[in-house]
């Protein structure tokens, strides 16, 4: 079964420092990748998505997405941390014809 | 502005107690989804619909009803033979994949809390 792995649960980087966060996904064929954030309380806003073509893909708030087949990875990076970043980020993947299908998340701190 | 209405933000139920959860969309999509969120587990899917008067279970879909009798509406009913309500439901709705905009939109949630 299609499955998606966050590696970390937990990151803290300090504001102004680059991040990255880990995806990796279990699929035969290349799935529809997607990677989402929710603030605490809230609904989840999609980031960015990829889908075909470029596999560097840019999103909203200065986050972008790199996808590599050869590591079935979907790594989501920033060049600067703002405080404003403090929130869970879920990679999710949808193959084929099917629902999302959720990591498990990774909640991410933002210290000064 | 379109969009995914969920509501009540926040709901008390008594155990023993069937509770339904509301979720409207004005996107025109065809799929629309429920998913409970506990903390550390992620998402994860209890029912989905791609069509009006069609749903599919999900993943956790023991002690959940829904229907999709008009395709702006997808409620979810808890009831008492869910062992653990206690969450946070999210509702979402996609185009077709036939589309190429499989992405969801998520509504802003409902957490529930039995007492």
């Known amino acids: 079964a299609q499955s998606v792995t966050q590696p970390d649960i937990h990151i803290t980087v300090s504001e102004g420092a680059s991040l990255e966060l880990r995806c990796n996904y279990s699929?035969?064929?290349?799935?529809?990748l997607f990677w989402y954030v929710q603030s605490p309380g809230q609904g989840l806003q999609l980031l960015l998505k990829?889908?075909?073509?470029?596999?560097l893909v840019q999103g909203i708030k200065g986050f972008e997405a790199e996808f590599k087949r050869s590591q079935s990875s979907f790594n989501l990076r920033k060049p600067s941390v703002h405080w404003s970043d403090a929130a869970e980020y879920f990679c999710?993947?949808?193959?084929?014809?099917?629902?999302?299908?959720f990591g498990k998340g990774t909640r991410l701190s933002v210290i000064a | 502005d379109g969009g995914i209405t969920q509501s009540p933000k926040y709901l008390f139920r008594k155990e023993g107690q069937n509770v339904t959860l509301s979720c409207e969309q004005n996107?025109?999509?065809?799929?629309m989804y429920w998913y409970r969120q506990d903390p550390g587990q992620g998402l994860r899917l209890i029912y989905y619909?791609?069509?009006?008067?069609?749903?599919q279970k999900g993943d956790i879909a023991e002690g959940y009803s829904v229907s999709r009798e008009k395709k702006e509406s997808f409620p979810l009913t808890v009831t008492s033979a869910q062992k653990n309500p206690t969450a946070f439901y999210l509702c979402?709705?996609?185009?077709?994949?036939?589309?190429?905009?499989?992405?969801?939109?998520f509504g802003q949630g409902t957490r529930l809390t039995v007492v």
């Open positions: 979402a709705s996609s185009a077709p994949v036939a589309g190429l905009k499989p992405e969801a939109f």
């Open positions: 699929y035969g064929a290349t799935p529809y």
């Open positions: 990829y889908f075909s073509g470029d596999t």
């Open positions: 999710a993947v949808v193959p084929g014809n099917t629902p999302l299908v």
């Open positions: 996107l025109n999509h065809d799929a």
């Open positions: 619909s791609q069509i009006v008067n069609d749903f």
